[in-house]
């Protein structure tokens, strides 16, 4: 059984002008009944394996696309659907963006469009499923060698007013990038020949699989 | 008697979970067929935990892993209990006590939207849970009995005595089963006001759990709704199966058929058909007693 | 083996009547002593200590001895005779004297009305002398258990309590001496009223324990609980009036002195009207609808009285009186009534707690709901129903009381004691939240004994065939649910950032916490043990006959897998590990969690609080909307009883 059967998705809005964002409601109307892929729109990010990203990335919502990125348990992809998520777009120049979503999270897929067709990000998403199968794989390997193992009990819920500190209190839980440092470098030592350590989640694709 | 007993329970911790999966999983190709899709397959509810299995789980804090887990093996510790033989007021009991697991795991997490979820569902909890013991009760009235094992033995199926107490059941199945009108505290239907409730601060392992802790319950249930028409003939099991396979497809229409109302709406309504479908034949058998 | 000669039976009355005397003496010493020294949390202990250990050997005696009708005694009564009259003079003059004090005139009438005719009955010789003044039962024993510990414990509590609650009330005037002799002399007047069988002393001790808790309420003197107190006094006065009518009634009557007599005869009309006057003091004293103000009122004294009045004492001398004249009830008017007043509290009640914040208030209207449950089971008269009520009475005590010592040691630690400041108490104050867990777990969670009695209450009403009662007790435990795990759930949650409060429970209130929440723990397994030894006895004597268990044995094999349950999940999570690969992450806010779970982030890029305040459901079940039509329905219903059956028997 494969974990590409169940792909949950989770759609946030960048700062489409909602051309985009209605053509991905579109493609979870019974019209194209993506259910029939396991497919569900989940709206949390905690249950979801694939964040649909529309529009391009403003400084307000950059903040939030990252905690959302970041509160995805692993494995997770991430599809830039529409040429705005995907480079910035038309937007690209104005003052307030900051370009296409891999300025602030790694994107696997990069679906193009304006307005992207819902056959396009169908075939988006199910190109992201067969990424998230090959993250899993990878995942598995560095759950062995301990990466996420965190002890929970030791993070800081119970504190006495001296620990107290607002600015570092969640940096252990939002670096994962550290985390999965600290994992590389434990699989280097223990590994010989293979697996191969997790490469970056940002270039595990290439662009522009479009229909 | 003792060895049928553990057999029975191990047959219920075995099966329930494949029944309830794929029941649940029928439930989703009917609700696609009435939206004229064609939906997922019927094994989709499989592969969505065998999914969750293998993601990482987050977690907000410690203890909710602990009160998720406690939730499961309640729950199948009641379903157990139940398809066991054991005392239908104490299969009740543990029922609300598990469903107690799941709010606390909720109200740990300190979310709004987890926290929202779970005052709804101690307020769908306090919708059905006088129907629930009315059931207890009712049986015991038409059969002179609170143990199932006694239960099933009876010469004429319940239903003929107690049939308000079924149609309170069927009612409350809506909330218990997290159907349309009544699914305030998480809804099978993603993306919406509450986000996912109950279950919005759950991911991977812990979610998986929840799932299969459903599947259970949702067996029991459909236990339940058997017992209505269990007799000690053994053809009325064909009835019972019967039985539940309609009320499963009329659970899924009411599903398909109403949008979600409020909760107070929920209170009136679920209160006023118990006290109007069980009171009244409780009532009256108290009459005829 | 237990041999048992007169020696012992001597013994035995000597110790109850140390048990009856010292704790007056108690009061005494306490009144001379310095306030708040050592010397005095001393003597509290050690004589408290002495008092229960004293209890407990009269009830072990008690149990363990096959003929529980040789503890039986009649004294020469002369000289207890005078001093029961002078006293009562005492009583009444005092509450007279506190009346005009604080114009609160009403009072007068109330005290005059019960008191001045009894006194002209004693006075004239018109009593009847009864055969016994002192029988020790089985249920007495069981009541002296509950008093001696329970009641103990929570005086033992007072004493490091009363301490800490004038460094943080310094407007209040430091009384706490009168406060604890006041709790020892309530002390005495339970113990004296469980082991008297003639009415007259009943009602002598009755009346104590009404001006005692009428004192206790009123402690801080504002206006608040004088006007309480008074409402608590002149209710129970009300029901003192009830009481003497139906002891001049037994005595002028139909000549009974002793309650064993009454309860002993054959129900006709008019032995159904002392009952019913008796029932009706019986409503009340344990505060039922319409009468449960008083005990709502009841919360403004310190906490220590309110844990005695709403656990131990006060309101259980009500339901004992109700279920000593139970077997008679059974099958009448009186009955009847008295169930479905009982059965129409436990529902209304319930509903009235879900809309308070206030942690007392959800405790009393709790307790207000749970004596509705009570009173019900004991008004069917049947066997079953005896056995839920006396069971009910144990366990409610312990839980009670420990969830009062815990909220106010709370509201010591934190300055409130709101439900919803209560947010997070697993963080902040780990070592409290967690016995008050144990405490609401024991009040409503399967497999608790609280829950254990209801599941025995619903047995006997769908066997006497109430269904009206069996209809409230079903919506009632719905809604008992609700406010319970909703309170449950404020104390569980994990807040992030937040502080560990300094925990300043003094010792000798865990001294008194520390017994119970075990008591509680304990009385889980414990309970078929307890239907056995203690609750089957009464049985025996209240209806010369016996019941199969109630609860049978593989229903008690299943419990006890679930409290091993209840233990074992969360050790073995620890040790198997389970979820220990889980990453920690912040809680979903729809993506703009500020990181602490608390606040968000608005448009503005402000942080802002988040806080997720319990539902009370004001709207639909408030007290405004809910408190007057139940106590005129129940008041309707009280009236009818009394003009039924009372008038019907002239």
Redesign the interface.
């Known amino acids: 059984?494969k974990?590409s059967?169940?792909p949950?998705v989770l759609h946030y809005d960048g700062s489409s002008c909602n051309g985009c964002d209605i053509e991905v409601l579109a493609t979870m109307t019974?019209l194209y009944?993506v259910?029939?892929?396991?497919i569900?729109?989940?709206?949390?990010p905690?249950?979801a394996?694939v964040l649909l990203l529309t529009g391009g990335v403003n400084a307000q919502t950059a903040p939030v696309i990252r905690q959302l990125y970041n509160?995805m348990?692993?494995?997770k992809v991430v599809v830039a659907c529409g040429i705005c998520a995907c480079d910035g777009g038309i937007f690209k120049e104005c003052y307030n963006i900051l370009g296409g979503a891999d300025k602030v999270v790694p994107v696997d897929v990069y679906v193009p469009g304006c307005a992207v067709r819902p056959e396009a990000l169908i075939q988006g998403v199910v190109k992201a499923v067969g990424i998230l199968e090959e993250k899993?794989k990878k995942?598995k390997e560095s759950m062995k060698a301990g990466y996420?193992m965190v002890d929970?009990?030791k993070m800081a819920?119970h504190m006495t007013a001296d620990d107290y500190d607002p600015s570092t209190q969640y940096d252990a839980i939002l670096t994962e990038e550290a985390l999965r440092e600290q994992a590389e470098e434990k699989m280097k030592a223990t590994a010989k020949p293979t697996p191969k350590p997790a490469a970056p989640a940002a270039d595990n694709s290439g662009k522009g699989d479009n229909a | 008697m003792t060895v049928s007993i553990i057999i029975k329970a191990i047959l219920y911790v075995l099966l329930a979970p494949f029944i309830g999966g794929l029941l649940s999983g029928i439930d989703?190709v009917f609700s696609?067929r009435m939206?004229?899709?064609?939906?997922?397959?019927v094994f989709?509810p499989?592969?969505?935990v065998?999914?969750l299995m293998?993601?990482?789980?987050?977690?907000?804090?410690?203890?909710?892993?602990?009160?998720v887990?406690?939730y499961l093996?309640?729950t199948i510790?009641t379903g157990a209990?139940f398809f066991a033989g054991?005392?239908m007021?104490?299969v009740f009991?543990?029922l609300?006590?598990s469903e107690?697991m799941m709010?606390?795991a909720?109200?740990?997490?300190?979310?709004?939207?987890?926290?929202?979820g779970?005052?709804r569902e101690?307020?769908q909890?306090?919708?059905?849970?006088?129907?629930t013991?009315?059931v207890a009760?009712g049986f015991?009235?038409a059969n002179g009995s609170?143990m199932v094992n006694d239960l099933i033995h009876a010469s004429v199926p319940a239903i003929v005595q107690i049939p308000g107490f079924f149609i309170g059941f069927v009612f409350i199945l809506i909330i218990k089963l997290r159907k349309s009108p009544f699914d305030l505290s998480t809804s099978h239907h993603?993306?919406?006001e509450m986000?996912?409730g109950l279950?919005?601060?759950?991911?991977?392992?812990?979610?998986a759990r929840v799932e299969i802790a459903e599947w259970y319950d949702t067996v029991l249930m459909m236990g339940i709704v058997g017992m209505f028409f269990i007799t000690n003939n053994p053809i009325s099991i064909l009835w019972a199966v019967i039985a539940c396979s309609v009320v499963f497809f009329l659970e899924t229409l009411i599903d398909n058929l109403f949008p979600r109302v409020k909760y107070?709406t929920m209170?009136k309504v679920t209160?006023a058909v118990i006290?109007v479908f069980a009171?009244t034949n409780?009532?009256i058998l108290?009459v005829l007693? | 083996m237990y041999v048992k000669g007169a020696n012992t039976l001597a013994n035995i009355l000597n110790v109850v009547n140390f048990l009856i005397l010292f704790p007056f003496i108690m009061a005494i010493i306490i009144g001379f002593l310095k306030k708040a020294s050592p010397l005095r949390s001393a003597v509290i202990i050690i004589g408290g200590f002495t008092i229960m250990a004293a209890a407990i050997y009269v009830a072990v005696n008690v149990l363990m001895s096959g003929n529980k009708a040789d503890f039986v005694y009649l004294e020469n009564t002369e000289l207890h005779g005078h001093i029961v009259v002078a006293a009562e003079i005492f009583l009444m003059g005092l509450v007279c004297f506190l009346s005009i004090k604080y114009k609160k005139f009403y009072a007068i009438i109330f005290s005059l009305v019960g008191t001045v005719p009894v006194l002209w009955m004693d006075l004239t010789g018109k009593a009847v002398e009864g055969f016994t003044h002192v029988r020790i039962d089985t249920f007495a024993a069981v009541m002296y258990l509950i008093v001696g510990v329970v009641g103990i414990l929570i005086c033992i509590y007072a004493s490091g309590y009363m301490k800490d609650y004038h460094h943080h009330h310094t407007d209040v005037q430091d009384r706490s001496n009168y406060f604890l002799a006041l709790m020892f002399v309530f002390l005495g007047a339970m113990f004296g009223l469980i082991s008297s069988d003639n009415l007259g002393w009943i009602y002598f001790f009755w009346e104590i324990t009404s001006v005692c808790s009428f004192l206790m309420i009123g402690y801080t003197r504002t206006q608040e609980a004088v006007d309480n107190s008074f409402r608590a006094l002149w209710m129970n006065l009300l029901g003192g009036c009830g009481f003497a009518a139906g002891l001049m009634y037994c005595n002028m009557n139909l000549g009974i002195a002793n309650l064993s007599q009454l309860t002993d005869s054959a129900p006709s009309k008019f032995v159904l009207v002392p009952v019913t006057l008796f029932a009706f003091a019986a409503l009340t004293k344990s505060a039922q609808f319409p009468f449960s103000k008083w005990l709502l009122g009841a919360m403004v004294a310190p906490t220590p009285s309110s844990a005695l009045l709403h656990s131990a004492t006060m309101v259980k001398i009500g339901v004992y009186m109700l279920i000593r004249i139970s077997p008679i009830m059974y099958n009448t008017l009186t009955g009847i009534m008295i169930t479905v007043i009982g059965g129409f509290t436990f529902f209304a009640a319930s509903l009235l707690a879900i809309t308070v914040s206030d942690g007392k208030k959800v405790l009393a209207y709790s307790t207000i709901s749970n004596l509705g449950l009570i009173t019900a089971c004991a008004g069917t008269g049947t066997t079953e129903g005896v056995w839920a009520a006396v069971m009910l009475v144990l366990f409610h005590a312990v839980s009670k009381s420990l969830l009062f010592q815990t909220v106010g040691d709370i509201e010591n630690c934190m300055g409130s004691r709101d439900v919803e400041d209560m947010h997070?108490l697993?963080i902040k104050l780990p070592r409290l939240a967690f016995i008050m867990m144990i405490g609401i777990c024991g009040m409503f969670?399967?497999?608790f004994g609280m829950?254990v009695s209801k599941?025995a209450a619903?047995?006997a009403f769908?066997d006497s065939?109430s269904?009206w009662l069996?209809?409230f007790?079903?919506?009632g435990?719905?809604?008992t649910?609700?406010y319970w795990?909703?309170w449950?759930?404020?104390i569980?949650?994990?807040?992030?950032q937040s502080f560990e409060l300094e925990d300043i429970t003094p010792r000798s209130e865990m001294v008194s916490i520390f017994p119970l929440t075990s008591l509680i723990v304990i009385m889980c397994f414990a309970f078929p043990w307890m239907s056995t030894n203690m609750i089957q006895p009464i049985l025996d004597e209240a209806f010369h006959t016996n019941i199969p268990d109630v609860i049978g044995g593989?229903?008690v094999i299943?419990?006890m897998?679930?409290v091993t349950?209840?233990f074992l999940?969360?050790i073995g999570?620890r040790f198997l590990a389970?979820?220990k690969?889980?990453?920690?992450?912040?809680?979903?806010?729809a993506g703009v969690n500020a990181g602490d779970?608390?606040h968000y982030i608005d448009s503005f890029g402000k942080e802002r609080a988040?806080y997720?305040s319990?539902?009370y459901?004001d709207e639909?079940f408030g007290e405004k909307k809910l408190l007057l039509p139940c106590i005129i329905v129940a008041a309707v219903l009280v009236a009818v009883m009394l003009i039924i059956v009372v008038g019907g028997a002239f």
């Open positions: 059984m974990i059967k169940s949950w019974p009944d259910e029939r892929f396991g569900i729109n989940t709206g949390n905690k249950h394996d509160m348990p692993d494995p899993r995942l996420c929970y009990s819920v | 989703r696609a939206q004229g899709r064609q939906g997922p397959p989709q499989f592969y969505d065998f999914k293998n993601k990482q789980t987050t977690v907000v804090n410690g203890i909710q892993v602990l009160f887990t406690a093996i309640f510790f209990l054991g005392d007021l104490l009991f543990a609300s006590m107690v709010v606390l909720a109200f740990s997490t300190n979310g709004p939207y987890s926290i929202m779970a005052q101690l307020l909890m306090m919708c059905y849970e006088p129907m013991l009315l009760i015991y009235y609170f993603m993306h919406q986000v996912k279950t919005t601060d759950l991911s991977g392992g812990n979610l107070i209170l209160w006290l009171g409780l009532l108290n007693k | 997070g697993i969670m399967a497999p829950l599941w619903l047995k769908v065939g269904v069996v209809i007790l079903v919506f435990s719905g809604s649910l609700f795990a909703k449950l759930g404020k569980c949650t994990v807040i992030h593989s229903d299943i419990m897998i679930m349950m209840i999940i969360p999570s389970i979820g690969n889980s990453k920690m992450t912040m809680s979903y806010v779970d608390r988040l997720m319990n539902w459901m639909f």
